[in-house]
Every structure is written in structure tokens, then in C-alpha cells.
């Protein structure tokens, strides 16, 4: 049996070295199967890009539009958005959900634009968390193309189900997406 283990070089990209016996492939215990892996320091893991561009170029984006909003559309008073933000109105005039815009008014377009859109700083902190922790993590795994489209479709997919659950609200967040 042959195993590989990844190892890192400057032009972003991976070679692999191969080892011949089980014994002497560091992360795998004795006499067992390459599936049972022991982790330990000398294990390296395989990833299709060493910087997760996307993830950081979306998270820009976002962080400009919700200082754009707040900067134009003033913030509101925090006993209407405690998340330091703009009005609602503003948000659904920008592309919130708003399921009676979805159906009655034909606006596809809003099952994708609440991902640019956050209710505010706080959000906007949360969400980047997460999406440039475990977003920027599976970017590199998966490829920039792949990370999109399954960060795209699961917006949709949270944006068509919040509409479903909460038809009467607008939302606004990348949450769906980054989960």
C-alpha cells in the first residue's frame, strides 16, 4: 500500500511524497487502516488553494455596503435596530427579503441580495466571523467556483425557507449561507 502526505512549497501549490509501509507514514497508527488516522503534529492536510480570496473579496463587499447604507440611509436609533444599523425600510428597499416582493411582485432577485445586506455593525461582525473562519476554511478546501456555488445555493435555499417559516418579516444576512 501506498499513502501520501501533503507538503506545502512557495508557488502555492502541493507536492506529494509517498510512503511505501504503513509504519512509516506519520499520522497512522500501527496496524490499522488509513481511515483511522491518529492526529498529531506531523499530519498535514490537502487543500485545493492556500488563500481563501473569495471569502475575503465577499466579506469586503459586505462591509462596504453596510457602511454605505449606514452612511446614506442614517442609523437608526437603537430602539429600532439594536444591531446599530440602518432603518428597515432602507434594508428592504435595497433588497431584504420581503416574501410578498418575492411572489406577488416577481422579485427573484431578493432570494440572493440579503447576503450583501446586514441589519447592522454587530451583525456584520458575527456574520464575517463565521464566514471568514469556516467559509475562508472550506474555500481553500473545496476551490474559490465550488465555495460560491454552495454559498450561493444555501442563501437561497435559507432565504426561500425564511420566506416560507416567516412570510410577514424582511430579513437580512449572510447566517444561511455561512451555516
Not at 488516522?37 to 453596510?66: C, H, M, N, P, R
Request: proline content about 6%.
Amino acid at each position: 500500500m501506498e499513502f501520501m502526505k501533503a507538503k506545502e512549497i512557495d508557488d502555492e501549490s502541493t507536492i506529494a511524497t509517498e510512503y511505501t509501509d504503513m509504519e512509516s507514514c506519520p499520522g497512522v497508527a500501527p496496524n490499522k487502516s488509513p481511515s483511522s488516522k491518529v492526529v498529531g503534529e506531523d499530519e498535514a492536510y490537502l487543500l485545493k488553494q492556500k488563500y481563501a480570496y473569495g471569502s475575503i473579496a465577499f466579506s469586503a463587499i459586505q462591509t462596504f455596503i453596510v457602511i454605505s447604507l449606514a452612511a446614506g440611509c442614517h442609523v437608526a436609533p437603537l430602539d429600532i435596530n439594536p444591531m446599530l444599523g440602518p432603518y428597515p425600510d432602507a434594508l428592504d428597499r435595497f433588497g431584504a427579503k420581503n416574501a410578498v416582493m418575492i411572489v406577488d411582485q416577481g422579485q427573484r432577485w431578493r432570494l440572493l441580495t440579503p447576503i450583501l445586506l446586514h441589519a447592522g455593525f454587530f451583525h456584520l461582525l458575527c456574520n464575517l466571523t463565521v464566514q471568514l473562519e469556516v467559509g475562508s476554511f472550506f474555500e481553500r478546501e473545496w476551490g474559490t467556483p465550488t465555495w460560491f456555488l454552495i454559498y450561493t445555493t444555501g442563501s437561497m435555499g435559507a432565504t426561500l425557507l425564511s420566506a416560507c417559516v416567516h412570510p410577514n418579516t424582511i430579513s437580512v444576512g449572510s447566517s444561511g449561507a455561512a451555516m
